[in-house]
């Protein structure tokens, strides 16, 4: 049984803009010289749609796509954000994590490992750092899931012995998994795919990067943010961090709730 005290985030989708198909918009609109100095595509996409709302391509202020999208972060035109999209795979996380996650709904689709199809008889676990901490209670954490752990494995074999008359495998193995299942703890490690926008994933990290949120979805949150510093610095650029004792960093927007 192996155990998880940290997650991991992998970035593994994000925009393309189909320069042809902007060319043949701005030449339909008399538009002949505009352009944008980044080459990140949610923040092209960003400026544009901002800049549809008031056609105003022709005569774009001087500074850039930063200019341009910092004066969007300080007026709070958030909308214009969410036309920024960036795919995730979280892992290395718990069902509470996940369970809290997807409270975030505008702005983010999910698709998460299924337990009735997936073996958790290889299940790994996440132990939350106040316990592992304290050998004790790590011993008293690994008692208690090795327990659970072995309980789903021999429910999952009953289970099939009983529904040995039903001729479909792989329906009996699932209807054996969907009920042992419910003996597994929150401590269980899954996997989630995350597709979010920015502007959604901004009001993320500024409510899970705080102080105030649990540790395991904190550390989710300065991951993300650590990443998208690098891939849209014009997005995400007005974090100051604070270290907390706990290791993990409390993220503050200088612009908040865009």
């Known amino acids: 049984m192996n155990i998880i005290r ?12 189909d320069d042809q198909a902007m060319e043949n918009f701005l030449r339909d ?6 352009s944008t100095d980044t080459e990140v595509g949610a923040e092209t996409l960003s400026e544009v749609a901002g800049r549809v709302c008031y056609m105003s391509f022709a005569k774009p202020r001087p500074g850039g796509n930063k200019a341009y ?15 920024g999209v960036w795919n995730f795979i979280i892992t290395g996380v718990s069902r509470s994590f996940t369970h ?11 698709s998460q490992l299924s337990q009735r199809y997936v073996d958790e008889s290889v299940a790994e676990y996440v132990e939350p750092d106040a316990i592992a901490a304290d ?5 008293l954490w690994l008692d208690t899931v090795a327990q659970s752990h ?24 699932k209807l054996a998994r969907q009920a042992a299942r419910s003996v597994l703890p929150n401590a269980t490690e899954t996997k989630i795919f995350v ?39 014009n997005i995400f ?21 865009v």
């Open 6 to 17: 940290d997650p991991e985030v992998y970035l593994v989708g994000r925009q393309l803009v």
């Open 29 to 34: 609109h008399k538009v002949e010289t505009w």
């Open 69 to 83: 999208l910092d004066n969007i972060l300080s007026s709070g035109h958030g909308s214009v954000l969410e036309h």
């Open 100 to 110: 809290e996650l997807i409270r975030h709904r505008a702005g983010f689709g999910y």
């Open 135 to 139: 050998p004790e209670l790590h011993q």
């Open 150 to 173: 072995q309980a789903y494995m021999k429910l999952v074999e009953k289970l099939q012995e009983k529904l040995k008359d039903e001729p479909d495998k792989t329906l009996r193995r």
């Open 195 to 233: 597709t979010a926008n920015s502007r959604a994933l901004r009001h993320f990290i500024e409510l899970r990067a705080s102080r105030h949120a649990e540790p395991e979805i904190r550390k989710v949150a300065n991951k993300l943010l650590h990443i998208l510093e690098a891939e849209a610095p």
């Open 237 to 257: 650029w007005d974090y100051s961090k604070h270290p907390l004792p706990d290791g993990t960093l409390e993220a503050t927007p200088l612009h908040k709730k």
